[in-house]
């Protein structure tokens, strides 16, 4: 029984964000993320996300009624290294 890499997931909803937000990913962080479902190779996956306003992107990536990740980015500080 197949399932999909936690990486390819994060991955893609990474990808999805960068263009629907039109930001250059590499400028942010990955502060929090929580795989809660398997996923399958061939489940229809939603992604949603949502910029708030303290600067920071919350998503989450459904399987059906079920969430399957959820997430948080946050810009990297001015100055700050990486």
């Known amino acids: 029984m197949p399932i999909l890499p936690g990486a ?3 991955d893609e909803a990474l990808r999805i964000i960068e263009l629907d937000l039109g930001i250059d990913i590499s400028q942010w962080q990955l502060t929090a993320a929580k795989f809660l479902e398997i996923v399958r190779p061939g489940d229809w996956l939603t992604i949603e996300h949502a910029a708030i306003a303290d600067g920071t992107v919350r998503f989450a990536v459904r399987v059906a009624d079920r969430s399957a990740l959820s997430g948080t980015l946050s810009r990297y ?3 700050a290294g990486r």
């Open 77 to 79: 500080a001015a100055g």
């Open 8 to 10: 390819v997931l994060l």
